[in-house]
């Protein structure tokens, strides 16, 4: 069983900076796969980026390409979001498959990771 805690939330101005952070609480492998997701009151959840460290792959849904940043140092995921925009105001979710991630995988396909924070809030208004 893997526990996800995720920190960093706040509000920010638009245009303005967050870095979140998913701290896992035991050792994941290096060939497991990580993921942000975020969901806004009224939307369904939708994928943010995703990280396969052994392929050294990324993945970025196209609303955030350019402004967010996903990396992995050990068993601490984060997203650096930069040029923040009132549209990605959301929950904020971290999720990782645990064990083995293939190749193959859509990083960005909630279906794939088995454990899930319980998220933090991010709001960007004027």
């Known amino acids: 069983q893997v526990h996800l805690v995720e920190s960093g939330g706040g509000s920010v101005k638009p245009g303005g900076s967050l870095r979140l952070s998913c701290v896992a609480s035991t050792n994941i492998n290096n060939n497991a796969c990580m993921g942000w997701f975020r969901q806004a009151p009224g939307r369904e959840r939708e994928p943010v980026a995703g990280?396969?460290?052994?392929?050294?792959t990324k993945s970025y849904t196209d609303s955030v390409k350019g402004r967010f940043t996903v990396a992995r140092v050990g068993d601490t995921l984060y997203l650096q979001m930069n040029n923040l925009k009132p549209d990605d105001t959301a929950m904020y979710y971290c999720a990782t498959t645990g064990g083995y991630c293939s190749w193959s995988s859509d990083l960005l396909d909630h279906f794939l990771y088995d454990y899930w924070g319980q998220g933090t809030q991010v709001t960007v208004s004027s």
């Open positions: 990280v396969h460290t052994d392929l050294n």
